[in-house]
T-cell receptor, first 115, second 112 residues
């Protein structure tokens, strides 16, 4: 399917377990982003990437790891999940077109619950 | 540095009434400005965007926004709200980098 997809859509895990959230985009966009959305906090940037093998920390990176070996994939790993990481996670991508807008396109989200 | 403020956490309107959602930004020059909508259980969808040209921008779903440089505002409007417009609305600003800053969002409640 064309666009940006996330998997799984729902995940329940236990404290201390490793969890990986997947993000895949079919547009070959250069930029990719991971956000978490929590009530009262809006969207907070976890990590972002400008291209394959180039990643950088956002506002709330602690406890998360990313990689980007291929342009189209940007997995987010929680190395040892904690209850505070219960949230809805959104992946987004953008490309610098001729207009310069770089608007972001969002995936449908992954709802993660850490027990 | 860039920042954006959405002063209203919740807005309640009756179906058929007009709507205005407020967005104020801070940036040294004219930034790229965006409005996104998030329906329950879904990701964000772009409603409209602005950087230059006509200060009144038309978007999808009958929404429009007006850029006012003097007020550093980019308010979203719709002349007649439908029940399906109930959602969370996010204003975003992007300056020189490729990373936008999002507002906290405004939750729109539509009464029948």
């Amino acid at each position: 399917d064309a666009g940006i997809t996330q998997s799984p859509r729902y995940k329940i895990t236990e404290t201390g377990r490793q969890v990986t959230l997947m993000c895949h985009q079919t547009w070959s966009h250069s930029y990719m982003f991971w956000y978490r959305q929590d009530l009262g906090h809006g969207l907070r940037l976890i990590y972002y990437s400008a291209a394959a093998d180039i990643t950088d920390k956002g506002e709330v990176p602690d406890g998360y790891v990313v990689s980007r070996s291929k342009t189209e994939n940007f997995p987010l790993t929680l190395e040892s999940a904690t209850r505070s990481q219960t949230s809805v996670y959104f992946c987004a991508s953008s490309e610098k077109g001729t207009s310069g807008y770089n608007e972001q396109f969002f995936g449908p989200g992954t709802r993660l619950t850490v027990l | 540095a860039q920042s954006v403020t959405q002063p209203d956490i919740h807005i309640t309107v009756s179906e058929g009434a007009s709507l205005e959602l407020r967005c104020n930004y801070s940036y040294g020059a004219t930034p790229y400005l965006f409005w996104y909508v998030q329906s329950p259980g879904q990701g964000l969808q772009l409603l409209l965007k602005y950087f230059s040209g006509d200060t009144l921008v038309q978007g999808i779903k009958g929404f429009e926004a007006e850029f006012k440089r003097s007020q550093s505002s980019f308010n979203l409007r719709k002349p007649s709200v439908h029940w399906s417009d109930a959602a969370e609305y996010f204003c975003a600003v992007r300056g020189g980098s490729y990373i936008p800053t999002f507002g906290r969002g405004t939750s729109l409640i539509v009464h029948p």
